[in-house]
């Protein structure tokens, strides 16, 4: 979502020179850029309300209705009646937790590791800003057209988020950000060589650094910081970085003494950042903190040149997860057969001992020359009553047979009958 929302911003960017060429005021164009913010307007009736808010206050039937359009519209359906009594465990849940706590801004400085993160973030997000508006406002001082620059500079940061996207989710946030700070410290240095075009060119690589560091930061602080101040750490950070934002101007002023200037302290506030941020924990494929204690605690047992690297992307752990459940669950279901197996034959062996008793019984009392005839027929009847697969089907009275039956069916267990006797090797004379 992250790298949806800041690739939908830097697209209404790319438009925003054509709109300033076209309107030639700063009042229309302030006009035109303010209206479009009444679509927002319509979001009461297309965006429905949070299910958990609503659960919290205690509204369990609107956060059944929203519940059941998410369940149709994702192709899941679930019974209402489950459904409300889910809701409702989530309601008693909710009140009776207490486990989150009432924050307030100076939990942020109170704590040695969350003032620690508290402050080199803010760090991040000041040189964020710094990189992103600077050379953005900057475009004047630049040479060529004012327009054209502005877009192109815009338009680096589409893959500039491309790239840090990637690269954040297979070698880690920590990295990743230190690598983006020092790389747009280092290209906003490069203005100070003598070459022609070479403010534009740097203007526009910094740029791409720029937004990747934007990216990786925002989401990095979003993991460090526990969840019972997240919002309250962002909104921090982003505030003083915003604060900063008003020195800007003055900053880019300083050109008339020198072009290089605005971006030599760009370039300097970067690569503080960069450094700083080398010191923050890795988050990726980590338990993020929910607590103050979690907070506190994350992160300690952590190497300095260390990263969680991932080595496959998230589609490929989830396909490799299902497939060894699968086979796990295939293998747990062949251990199985080789008990049923061997139940199969017992219970068959069983009645076979009986049928064959009392045919025993028979042949003893029956005239010499239907013996054979009564031999055979009840043989037959043996095997289609209970016939075996494979090539003990036949041979049924053979030991070697049903053996050889067993081992193919994996079985592990004795076959025997409830006196403790082996079946396989049973005499029935």
């Not at 911003?9 to 925003?16: D, H, I, K, Y």
């Not at 519940?67 to 192709?75: D, L, P, R």
């Not at 279901?333 to 001992?353: C, F, G, K, M, Y």
Request: charged share 20%; glycine share 6%.
């Amino acid at each position: 979502m992250n790298g949806i929302t800041n690739i939908a911003w830097t697209v209404g960017l790319c438009f925003l020179p054509l709109i300033a060429y076209l309107a030639r005021s700063w009042v229309t164009l302030g006009l035109i850029t303010s209206s479009v913010t009444l679509v927002y307007l319509l979001y009461w009736k297309m965006l429905p309300e949070s299910p958990r808010w609503l659960v919290s206050q205690g509204k369990y039937d609107k956060a059944l209705v929203i519940m059941t359009e998410v369940a149709e519209k994702n192709g899941k359906p679930h019974d209402p009646k489950v459904l409300s009594q889910k809701i409702e465990k989530l309601g008693e849940k909710l009140r009776t937790d207490k486990t989150v706590q009432d924050s307030s801004p100076l939990d942020l400085l109170k704590y040695p590791q969350l003032r620690k993160k508290f402050l080199i973030i803010t760090l991040c997000w000041i040189a964020d800003t710094c990189a992103y508006y600077g050379l953005q406002i900057n475009v004047y001082n630049l040479a060529g057209n004012e327009f054209v620059n502005f877009f192109f500079m815009a338009l680096a940061e589409i893959p500039g988020y491309l790239a840090s996207w990637y690269i954040m989710e297979r070698l880690g946030r920590r990295w990743c950000a230190v690598g983006a700070f020092c790389l747009t410290g280092i290209v906003c240095m490069l203005p100070g060589i003598d070459m022609p075009y070479a403010d534009i060119v740097c203007s526009v690589i910094g740029k791409f650094f720029g937004a990747a560091a934007f990216m990786v930061t925002y989401q990095q602080s979003s993991e460090l910081y526990p969840t019972v101040v997240r919002s309250l750490g962002m909104g921090m950070s982003s505030t003083v970085a915003s604060i900063v934002t008003i020195l800007l101007p003055y900053v880019v002023l300083l050109a008339v003494y020198g072009k290089v200037i605005p971006f030599i302290i760009i370039g300097i506030i970067c690569l503080a950042a960069g450094l700083a941020a080398s010191f923050l924990p890795e988050t990726l494929n980590e338990n993020l903190p929910q607590t103050i204690t979690d907070a506190e605690n994350f992160g300690r047992k952590q190497k300095f040149f260390s990263w969680n690297r991932r080595k496959m992307s998230i589609s490929r752990e989830r396909s490799i997860k299902l497939k060894t459940s699968q086979r796990s669950h295939c293998e747990n279901d062949e251990d199985t057969n080789p008990h049923s197996t061997a139940i199969v034959l017992q219970n068959a062996d069983s009645v076979a001992i009986a049928e064959n008793s009392d045919a025993l019984r028979e042949l003893e009392n029956a005239p010499s020359d239907e013996s054979n005839n009564l031999r055979k027929r009840k043989s037959s009847d043996d095997e289609t009553k209970f016939p075996l697969p494979g090539s003990a089907a036949g041979d049924y009275r053979s030991s070697e047979a049903l053996k050889q039956h067993a081992e193919l069916e994996g079985s592990c267990l004795p076959v025997s009958n409830e006196n403790g006797k082996d079946l396989f090797s049973r005499d029935l004379n």
